[in-house]
């Protein structure tokens, strides 16, 4: 038997004009390879790394994903630090450091931390998600016709 959630998208506030338009993705891609061989990432220690990890799990979830945000805006490193569970110092040095070693990058004009791969995975996600709600499908099988392949 189904749920009301599986059938009934009338509450659903991320289901509008009969497709999905702003979804929460349960899960990212993770390339354990590069990773690994990142050079920088590989140079952090492994504190540095979980620090690392647990920014990129917050950009993950961030309104724009890939960028650091707090309400549309810079996350402020007071906020960062209390979010982690550190002190606001550990937090500065380890920004620095991710920033020194090229492992994330800033906006120049905004400040907002962000992971490259993360954003422009994003972007490629929703172009592709958008040409998807264009469609056309396959010529072959349009409604009305028959299908050439039975």
């Not at 289901?15 to 891609?29: A, D, E, H, T, V």
């Not at 990773?35 to 952090?44: F, H, M, S």
């Not at 954003?119 to 028959?146: C, M, P, W, Y």
């Amino acid at each position: 038997m189904a749920t009301p959630r599986e059938t009934d998208f009338s509450q659903d506030r991320s289901f509008r004009y009969g497709y999905l338009c702003i979804m929460k993705l349960p899960s990212w891609q993770f390339y354990p390879g590069d990773w690994r061989k990142d050079p920088g990432v590989q140079a952090l220690n492994y504190e540095e790394r979980g620090i690392w990890l647990e920014i990129l799990l917050l950009m993950y979830e961030s309104e724009e994903r890939g960028k650091l945000l707090l309400n549309g805006k810079p996350m402020p490193m007071d906020r960062l630090a209390r979010l982690l569970g550190l002190d606001e110092d550990k937090i500065n040095r380890t920004i620095n450091t991710l920033l020194e070693l090229g492992i994330a990058s800033t906006y120049p004009k905004t400040g907002i931390i962000h992971n490259r791969r993360m954003v422009r995975d994003e972007e490629i996600r929703r172009k592709k998600s958008k040409a998807g709600h264009i469609g056309g499908g396959n010529l072959a099988f349009q409604k009305g016709k028959t299908n050439p392949y039975y």
